[in-house]
């Protein structure tokens, strides 16, 4: 059994032989919700003789589930498994609250590292396995000084803003965020103390910024009134028709870019009515409704970049995103629900589209919007694959009108006013200080030898 543990051990410090990058300067990146990281500097972290004795024993007694913990957390970002748990969480939320749930996953992990940054480069505390040849590395070498430990700091974020929209899962994420927690310690590169040090920071940190963004979703009642007017939509129980009030991040105000009405559909019908579908324009529709294109998409170019292996610039973009699709939504509904623009199969009722129609107006597309916003955000991290994010904007927005749920002005204009949201957002992420930032080489740190 240890002798298979050394070999898959073997194995993956083999293959995670490109080190992850310093970012010395990320401590003084500009941040969304609280001042500063420097404001949430901790004390200094705590002797190293007891600690080094303990990451020495727990390697000592790795289990082969111990290892699959320490693959399962080491994989990608920080915050990678937990980006796509709260995602998922909002998707599926019906409350309203989700949307802020998401914005704080995003905003809060990215403030939190920054000011993890701030501590790391004040102390630089060594890495377990550069304080004692007795410890081994389990995983990629982070070039980063150890306290406090950037995983914590992540799943400490999760953890508390999952608890507290989601408090049934409060129990399961809690002792998710100790598994991630402990699997860094057994991986030798995190003491006890740096864990428990960046477990408390993001916990700090959201905590903080739930409390920042608390009055975000409308306290407005709908009154339940539906237009009744000709051309407009007439479904029931519309989505979240109130989301149009709710507080913004980037824009000055959900209606910031609200388009004009929408037109006469009329010719736009006869557009859907003779449209011939294609086993090709079939799976686009169906691709676009089924997947998180969007999500799948970032994740593979952080991992072609190698940016899954810097935790400041991971973060940063994940951030970004995070309030792209908090703003984009509250955008998109304002427009939605000031024109209640109806559907095709409502302006048609004999029309039968490709699949389910949503419950709410049509005008302008929500997946266009999406993924206008998508296009201009993607294109600024990774300017080379402009051409890429181009297509897969209008691939998206052309599968809600192959899918027959959309006239093609709603995709137009949606396209048209995701760009404008992204672009509000590449404004505020150029004056973050990030920008330009050279990689530098790693000061001395400090063994405790």
Not at 168 to 179: C, F, H, I, Y
Not at 183 to 192: C, E, F, K, L, T
Not at 376 to 398: H, I, R, W
Request: glycine share 8%; aromatic share 12%; hydrophobic share 35%.
């Amino acid at each position: 059994m240890k002798r298979n543990l050394l070999l898959i051990a073997l194995a993956m410090t083999l293959v995670c032989q490109c080190a992850a990058q310093m970012e010395p300067g990320a401590g003084r990146w500009k941040t969304w919700f609280i001042t500063s990281g420097a404001d949430h500097r901790l004390p200094p972290p705590p002797s190293d003789k007891n600690e080094i004795a303990k990451v020495i024993a727990t390697q000592q007694t790795l289990t082969s589930q111990d290892i699959q913990q320490i693959e399962y957390w080491g994989a990608g970002a920080p915050g990678y498994r937990w980006y796509d748990m709260m995602f998922d969480l909002w998707m599926t939320d019906a409350s309203g609250n989700g949307a802020v749930a998401n914005l704080l996953m995003g905003t809060a992990s990215y403030d939190a590292t920054v000011a993890a940054w701030d501590t790391k480069y004040a102390y630089n505390r060594a890495r377990p396995f550069n304080a004692s040849n007795k410890i081994g590395v389990y995983g990629v070498k982070p070039e980063s000084p150890s306290y406090p430990c950037e995983h914590s700091v992540v799943a400490g974020v999760a953890a508390t803003l999952i608890s507290h929209f989601y408090p049934a899962l409060k129990d399961s994420v809690t002792r998710m965020a100790q598994r991630q927690m402990n699997s860094r310690i057994a991986a030798g590169v995190a003491y006890p103390g740096d864990t428990q040090a960046g477990f408390d920071l993001g916990k700090k940190i959201a905590e903080l910024e739930i409390e920042r963004t608390k009055d975000f979703i409308t306290k407005k009642q709908w009154d339940g009134k539906i237009p009744d007017k000709p051309g407009l939509w007439n479904g029931k129980n519309p989505m979240s028709p109130m989301a149009r009030y709710n507080k913004t991040v980037v824009l000055d105000s959900a209606g910031q870019f609200r388009p004009g009405p929408p037109p006469d559909f009329t010719k736009e019908m006869d557009e859907l009515r003779n449209y011939k579908q294609t086993f090709r324009s079939r799976a686009n529709a169906f691709h676009y409704a089924s997947l998180s294109t969007n999500d799948d998409l970032l994740s593979r170019k952080l991992f072609e970049y190698n940016l899954h292996l810097n935790a400041p610039r991971a973060a940063r973009i994940h951030a970004s995103i995070a309030v792209m699709y908090y703003d984009a939504f509250t955008a998109c509904w304002d427009a939605k629900y000031t024109y209640w623009g109806i559907r095709p199969d409502q302006f048609d009722p004999s029309y039968k589209p490709l699949m389910g129609t949503p419950p709410f107006p049509g005008y302008p597309s929500g997946h266009a919007t999406m993924s206008g916003a998508m296009e201009v955000l993607f294109s600024y991290f990774f300017p080379n694959e402009k051409a890429l994010f181009k297509q897969v904007a209008k691939d998206g927005a052309e599968s809600r009108f192959q899918a027959g749920i959309h006239f093609r002005t709603d995709n137009e204009v949606g396209l048209d006013l995701g760009r404008k949201v992204a672009g509000k957002i590449v404004e505020r992420i150029k004056a973050d200080g990030a920008d330009g930032e050279m990689k530098m080489s790693s000061p001395k740190l400090k063994t405790g030898k």
